[in-house]
């Protein structure tokens, strides 16, 4: 079947701009995870969603960050006023039900805030 | 909180051969997982390898093996018969088996080149 997908696959903007980055998970997994890839900071958590609810926010690292889920399946990551720091790789991930399950990649968004 | 090393930020190996990627971890937990991920220039994080931490037999997938020891806190990948698409970047990662929805911490990563 179809893996994780992410759009899109590259995205310029401008310092101040909102973005938004989607992430479509592997059918049928409840459980959907975002990590952000940067240079400086490697790979980090950033946020985890069973269902459509976000038990697990401690990784978002401002306010400026926030994502939803609908419909348990589509994620929307949306970073506001984005800043230059913001560039990195946006990498989403799911899992089947979450506890225990190995987590599976989609080819990520390069974010490049100019 | 939990914390992953890998201490060699790059390595080599000749075609055929035989390479090895360290990974430490810290956790004061007792059950989590761990896990070698590969990522090529595509940027797709690709499974390798899982281990359990409760069982005692090392993981094997192929060509790929791990040498883990639980009490050290080490995990490491050994790659026979390395090929060219075993060239990338390779992420060792904790997940805890507490509850629900853990994330993945990752190590830095170690990037591995193949020669022909």
């Known amino acids: 079947g179809a893996g994780v997908s992410q759009s899109p696959s590259n995205k310029v903007t401008e310092k101040g701009k909102d973005v938004e980055l989607r992430c479509d998970p592997i059918?049928?997994?409840?459980?959907l995870y975002w990590y952000r890839q940067s240079l400086g900071q490697g790979l980090e958590f950033l946020i985890y969603f069973q269902g459509n609810s976000a038990p697990d926010k401690s990784g978002l690292p401002s306010d400026r960050f926030s994502a939803e889920r609908t419909g348990g399946s589509v994620s929307t990551l949306t970073i506001q006023r984005t800043q230059q720091e913001d560039s990195a790789v946006y990498l989403c991930?799911?899992?089947?039900?979450?506890?225990?399950?190995?987590?599976?990649f989609g080819p990520g968004t390069r974010l490049l805030v100019l | 909180a939990q914390t992953v090393t890998q201490s060699q930020p790059e390595m080599s190996v000749q075609e055929a051969e035989t390479v090895t990627l360290s990974c430490t971890y810290d956790?004061?937990?007792?059950?989590?997982?761990l896990f070698w991920y590969k990522q090529p220039p595509s940027r797709q994080m690709i499974l390798v390898i899982r281990q359990e931490a409760y069982k005692q037999q090392n993981a094997t997938e192929n060509r790929f093996s791990v040498n883990f020891q639980k009490a050290a806190k080490s995990f490491s990948l050994k790659i026979s018969d390395s090929q060219l698409g075993d060239t990338a970047m390779y992420f060792c990662?904790?997940?805890?088996?507490?509850?629900?929805?853990?994330?993945?911490?990752f190590g830095g990563g170690t990037r591995l080149m193949v020669k022909p």
């Open positions: 956790t004061s937990e007792n059950n989590y997982y």
């Open positions: 059918s049928g997994h409840t459980a």
């Open positions: 990662a904790f997940m805890n088996r507490g509850s629900a929805g853990n994330m993945l911490t």
């Open positions: 991930a799911s899992s089947l039900f979450g506890n225990q399950e190995t987590q599976y």
